[in-house]
């Protein structure tokens, strides 16, 4: 299994452009996330999928928007970048929703706006 | 709501000596918690999780936690490092309250010196 994939690894935007940060898993989980960190911050949620076609915003949806139409794929859009949205972002997922289930991370997008 | 205090920014430790990384917590709930590392510019790796079974935790590469519920703590251990244990380390909490939020700390630094 490759886990949970992103793509790309590194990106530049100009403000005002807008871009998708792909996020696929091969772990059959209903779960999916998105997360930012910031520079000396822990991870902070952006927004979350229970399953295909339902989503939620988490704790930091704004200038975010997120669509889930299978199982393993879950795209995280950036529409009219703003050098706050610079930033690493992380895809997670896991199996059930429970607090005691496991996030599997995958290894981020490092994105600058300028 | 839960939150989540690394009571260190930094350790520094030489290799071959204990390692000690503190974590309080605060939760209106039973909580679940994790304690995650990041390898510089790679993604989060789970290195154990407590779920409210044993209250000593072991987990991967020789790390282990103790759950206290009366200090609120769930400080991270290892006997010896190693200078490959150089890394960031996330403690995080986890309730659930609709979906499981996962809340992270700041984040430490362990630096490991020959």
């Known amino acids: 299994n490759a886990g949970v994939t992103q793509t790309p690894k590194f990106r530049i935007l100009k403000i005002g452009q807008s871009m998708t940060l792909q996020c696929t898993q091969d772990?059959?989980?209903?779960?999916m996330y998105w997360y930012r960190q910031d520079p000396g911050m822990g991870l902070k949620l952006i927004y979350y999928?229970?399953?295909?076609?339902?989503?939620d915003k988490g704790e930091v949806p704004n200038g975010y928007n997120v669509s889930r139409s299978t199982t393993e794929d879950f795209p995280l859009r950036l529409e009219l970048a703003a050098p706050s949205q610079t930033s690493v972002y992380f895809c997670?997922?896991?199996?059930?929703?429970?607090?005691?289930?496991?996030?599997?991370f995958g290894p981020g997008t490092r994105l600058t706006v300028l | 709501a839960q939150s989540v205090t690394q009571l260190d920014s930094h350790v520094s430790v030489s290799e071959g000596t204990p390692v000690l990384l503190r974590c309080n917590y605060s939760?209106?709930?039973?909580?679940?918690l994790f304690w995650y590392v990041q390898h510089p510019n790679k993604g989060l790796q789970l290195l154990l999780k407590?779920?409210?079974?044993?209250?000593l935790v072991k987990g991967i590469n020789g790390f282990e936690a103790e759950f206290k519920k009366s200090e609120t703590s769930f400080h991270l251990t290892k006997p010896s490092a190693h200078m490959s244990d150089a890394a960031e380390y996330f403690c995080?909490?986890?309730?659930?309250?609709?979906?499981?939020?996962?809340?992270f700390g700041k984040g430490t630094m362990l630096l490991v010196s020959p």
């Open positions: 772990m059959n989980h209903n779960y």
């Open positions: 407590y779920t409210s079974a044993a209250t």
């Open positions: 999928s229970v399953g295909a076609g339902i989503t």
């Open positions: 939760s209106s709930y039973s909580p679940s």
């Open positions: 997670a997922s896991s199996y059930q929703g429970s607090r005691t289930d496991t996030q599997y």
């Open positions: 995080v909490v986890s309730v659930l309250s609709g979906y499981s939020t996962l809340t």
